[in-house]
């Protein structure tokens, strides 16, 4: 027993520190709300992480991949204690959402999740500030990102992370297309790894996020990679939106494509990045 006592003592010495949540507010509590947000004729499913407090709240959308295993919710709980709200939500035919999954309907998705929260009953409802809404997202929703952000300049700014070109993936070799594809079919409804690989190789050119960067120029940008063999082509949007003007944030960790030994870090990044935005 006391050499358990010793051994938890050493791993937990009484001078660490240790997080604790901010103090609740009683009249404005932290809270969470289920949205059912219309996009191509169905309703697409969210949840809103509202922060506490009076007042409307600046708002950062967080997109995931494909098929988006890694949700991010971390960082919606955290961007939310730093004051923001955060909403995530599933494309259409994506965990549970109705519809068929296609590639080119998720950029769509991610605008119409915009459009909705800045709708004035919704805004009001949920505690945002329409002026004040950020997009970001992780792997394909990173490419969702630059694609939906390059036509919305009123966004606040967006943030990439880990962001995965699905143009650029529409450029292999077919069989290597469908085997990236057989591997990220969970919970894609409507779909197969064939029907996958076709869409990506026939939206190759369209789908290349090269094509935002004129657009990505007119806001800030925050740019995140890993050690996951996507960097180059980041770093190559990186390069263009700066050559067309623009201002962007960079940042590198040594950790793999979901950030998995690297959550703080990630938090921490996005939320300086958000707190630093007029």
Do not use: C
């Not at 770093?235 to 950030?259: C, F, K, N, Q, Y």
């Amino acid at each position: 027993m006391r050499i358990v006592l010793l051994a938890l003592l050493i791993a937990f010495p009484a001078t660490a520190q240790v997080a604790q949540d901010p103090p609740r507010d009683v009249a404005h509590p932290a809270r969470m709300e289920v949205l059912h947000i219309p996009s191509g004729g169905v309703a697409i499913n969210g949840l809103a992480y509202l922060a506490a407090g009076p007042g409307a709240h600046p708002t950062l959308v967080i997109a995931h991949g494909w098929p988006g295993n890694e949700k991010n919710l971390d960082l919606a709980q955290a961007v939310r204690r730093a004051g923001w709200n955060a909403i995530t939500f599933n494309y259409r035919g994506s965990w549970g959402s109705p519809g068929s999954f296609r590639f080119a309907q998720v950029p769509q998705d991610a605008a119409a999740v915009i459009a909705y929260l800045r709708a004035p009953e919704v805004a009001a409802k949920l505690g945002i500030d329409p002026a004040r809404i950020a997009l970001a997202g992780h792997s394909m929703g990173g490419w969702a990102t630059a694609l939906t952000a390059a036509k919305d300049p009123t966004l606040q700014g967006a943030i990439l992370i880990s962001a995965a070109n699905m143009g650029g993936v529409g450029t292999l070799p077919r069989a290597a297309v469908v085997k990236a594809s057989a591997g990220n079919t969970e919970t894609l409804a409507d779909t197969s790894p064939d029907r996958m690989a076709d869409e990506l190789i026939a939206g190759a050119a369209t789908n290349n996020f090269m094509n935002a960067a004129p657009g990505l120029a007119k806001l800030p940008l925050l740019v995140l990679t890993s050690d996951d063999g996507l960097a180059p082509g980041a770093d190559a949007l990186v390069a263009a939106v700066r050559a067309a003007g623009g201002t962007v944030t960079t940042a590198h960790e040594a950790t793999d494509h979901s950030w998995s030994d690297a959550r703080i870090a990630l938090q921490t990044r996005v939320i300086g990045w958000l707190q630093g935005l007029r």
